[in-house]
């Protein structure tokens, strides 16, 4: 997966750059890999400018990533932002949104 990541004090701020979201990407292994999962953090910023697709696995990885993160930080923010209006839709529908600020595009 191709994707920035810029932690900031106790912010992570991950921009996708990646069309496709398909549980191919493994965003949750790039974060163990690069040992930011096991800072606590308060806040998740998601950027989803290039993507234009996901399907149930790419929604599952995310909520795989959502559970790791709030058992280390129940107070934990999400914000999603650029989010294709599709998969604003999708995630509304499978209530992210009661769990994640999402911004559409």
Do not use: C, H, W
Request: proline content about 2%; cysteine-free.
């Amino acid at each position: 997966m191709i994707v920035d990541i810029e932690t900031e004090a106790d912010t992570i701020k991950i921009n996708i750059n990646e069309p496709k979201l398909d549980g191919q990407n493994s965003l949750f292994e790039l974060l163990l890999e690069k040992k930011i999962v096991t800072k606590k953090i308060e806040k998740i910023i998601i950027n989803f400018d290039k993507v234009s697709y996901i399907n149930s696995l790419g929604i599952a990885e995310f909520i795989s990533l959502m559970r790791y993160f709030s058992e280390k930080s129940p107070k934990l923010k999400y914000k999603y932002i650029n989010v294709d209006k599709k998969i604003a839709k999708i995630f509304k529908m499978i209530e992210l949104s009661s769990i994640a600020d999402i911004e559409s595009r």
